[in-house]
């Protein structure tokens, strides 16, 4: 069979509906739009092109609020050796587990153990010791866009892999409230990332003790509630405290001449996002992708029809061109093996939000037929009001998906007054169920054992409450918010 047919017979049908296997209709739509593909690597993925166009969209974007708000790049090495990472007692408990370790070089034993890095805490924290000396080297806003690695037993492509892309943040403050300051700012920052350009609601907040990053004074967190019901962390920013500066002597001389320890905060988003997006916005026919990040915004798909390429073809160009120009990112489908109507259905199984189909009537009547992805509209837009139309499309494409994101999490968020209802409440993936909970880590512990539920945080702002506890009817000041989650 011509490799042309197997794709042909290869496309949308044979994506499992959500409803009969979200998990399985997850793994279709990865490697149906060729997002990523299994590597020979057990627990890695192969990024491919159309999925890492949508990460360095997602990059392109932080990045230029990492930098508005002060922050700037570097990069620190891959290995870090084995007594580095021994220095903080709970980060070194907290990351045992997932670690890889080299222990040969070459030919040669190592002398000492390294390890590749699970995040970079201890190599950071052992370099700002080097370049702190008084106050006013203080602050160090310093981001690493890089890979690291986590050795672990079940994966998800982007959900969780061995080897991931992220961002990892660190930095280092002259006092507590100026460290406490950062974490909230980045806290915000990515919430206010996620809404707008993924399109994702998200509940931001604090996590409990038992769930914050090891060896930090406490933990932020950014939570999304996917299309099943479960919640997915997407982000997450760390207040370290001193934990990591009196771990690494990051001492400084300050104001009044006397030496003290810096405050240190980390934060960082992955390629988690991409499963996010996925799971977000996805339906039965593949990718629903915000205009924001999608790699294309726009599809053009001429109807060859006559001697198009003398007519309709340039027509065609000349409209990607001037979308172009005023910075739409637009794909021209001029391939000639397949048809039309394969070509609609491949474009919207990789989730483009606009298409606009050019024929020789359309050319006749100074119009181009759109249609949008999230919505199925279709509608007639005149060629001449392209250039206002289709970023206002656009627009409301984008407006859209966070509605009706927004919506689903409002029809899938609970509360829960006893043990009764919630242990009910959870029964399925029901989405976010809020209830009254005692601060115990004991109790937290319980709750997850007989529900597989996990307390994602307690979010911002959260009023305090006086109650008694979902679970062990203690005395209770927070709502906090439970979900089964990826």
């Keep these: 069979?011509?490799?042309?047919?197997?794709?042909?017979?290869?496309?949308?049908?044979?994506?499992?509906?959500?409803?009969?296997?979200?998990?399985?209709?997850?793994?279709?739509?990865?490697?149906?739009?060729?997002?990523?593909?299994?590597?020979?690597?057990?627990?890695?993925?192969?990024?491919?092109?159309?999925?890492?166009?949508?990460?360095?969209?997602?990059?392109?974007?932080?990045?230029?609020?990492?930098?508005?708000?002060?922050?700037?790049?570097?990069?620190?090495?891959?290995?870090?050796?084995?007594?580095?990472?021994?220095?903080?007692?709970?980060?070194?408990?907290?990351?045992?587990?997932?670690?890889?370790?080299?222990?040969?070089?070459?030919?040669?034993?190592?002398?000492?153990?390294?390890?590749?890095?699970?995040?970079?805490?201890?190599?950071?924290?052992?370099?700002?010791?080097?370049?702190?000396?008084?106050?006013?080297?203080?602050?160090?806003?310093?981001?690493?866009?890089?890979?690291?690695?986590?050795?672990?037993?079940?994966?998800?492509?982007?959900?969780?892999?061995?080897?991931?892309?992220?961002?990892?943040?660190?930095?280092?403050?002259?006092?507590?409230?100026?460290?406490?300051?950062?974490?909230?700012?980045?806290?915000?920052?990515?919430?206010?990332?996620?809404?707008?350009?993924?399109?994702?609601?998200?509940?931001?907040?604090?996590?409990?003790?038992?769930e914050k990053f090891a060896g930090a004074s406490h933990t932020f967190s950014i939570e999304a509630l996917m299309g099943d019901g479960r919640a997915l962390q997407a982000g997450t920013s760390h207040n370290l405290g001193q934990n990591f500066a009196k771990a690494f002597e990051i001492q400084f001389q300050g104001r009044d001449k006397t030496i003290q320890h810096a405050w240190t905060t980390s934060w960082g988003v992955s390629t988690r996002l991409i499963g996010a997006l996925i799971m977000t916005h996805g339906d039965d026919s593949g990718l629903v992708l915000p205009p924001a990040v999608a790699p294309h915004q726009v599809v053009i798909v001429p109807i060859p029809r006559g001697n198009w390429k003398e007519t309709v073809l340039p027509t065609c160009e000349a409209i990607r061109d001037q979308l172009t120009a005023i910075g739409v990112r637009v794909k021209l489908d001029a391939t000639e093996e397949n048809s039309p109507g394969w070509k609609y259905a491949e474009w919207e199984l990789r989730g483009v939000p606009l298409r606009l189909e050019v024929g020789p009537k359309d050319i006749e009547k100074g119009a181009v037929f759109s249609a949008r992805r999230d919505t199925r509209e279709k509608a007639s837009i005149p060629m001449a009001a392209l250039t206002q139309r289709v970023p206002a499309l656009l627009q409301a494409i984008q407006d859209n998906l966070f509605a009706r994101a927004l919506e689903f999490r409002q029809t899938h968020t609970s509360e829960a007054a006893t043990w009764a209802e919630f242990a009910a409440a959870m029964e399925g993936r029901p989405g976010f169920v809020m209830a009254n909970w005692c601060g115990s880590a004991a109790c937290e512990a319980t709750i997850k054992a007989e529900t597989q539920a996990t307390l994602r945080n307690i979010p911002m702002g959260s009023p305090r409450v006086e109650g008694r506890c979902v679970k062990c009817d203690g005395p209770s000041t927070v709502k906090a918010w439970f979900a089964k989650a990826y």
């Design 1 to 210: 069979m011509h490799l042309s047919e197997q794709k042909k017979d290869a496309f949308v049908t044979e994506i499992t509906p959500q409803s009969e296997d979200f998990s399985r209709w997850y793994l279709d739509v990865v490697r149906r739009a060729e997002l990523a593909d299994y590597s020979p690597v057990k627990g890695c993925m192969v990024i491919r092109p159309y999925g890492y166009a949508i990460w360095e969209n997602i990059q392109r974007l932080l990045d230029g609020r990492f930098k508005a708000t002060g922050h700037v790049n570097a990069y620190f090495p891959l290995f870090i050796p084995e007594s580095l990472l021994m220095k903080e007692k709970e980060h070194v408990e907290g990351f045992a587990p997932q670690v890889a370790w080299v222990t040969r070089g070459g030919d040669e034993e190592l002398e000492e153990r390294l390890i590749v890095r699970p995040t970079s805490e201890v190599i950071v924290g052992t370099m700002y010791a080097k370049w702190v000396k008084s106050w006013r080297d203080l602050p160090v806003l310093i981001n690493q866009w890089a890979n690291v690695v986590r050795w672990e037993k079940v994966t998800r492509p982007f959900l969780r892999t061995t080897e991931f892309l992220w961002q990892e943040g660190h930095t280092a403050h002259e006092t507590a409230d100026e460290a406490e300051e950062e974490t909230l700012k980045i806290l915000a920052l990515y919430k206010e990332f996620a809404e707008r350009e993924l399109a994702m609601p998200v509940v931001d907040g604090m996590k409990s003790d038992s």
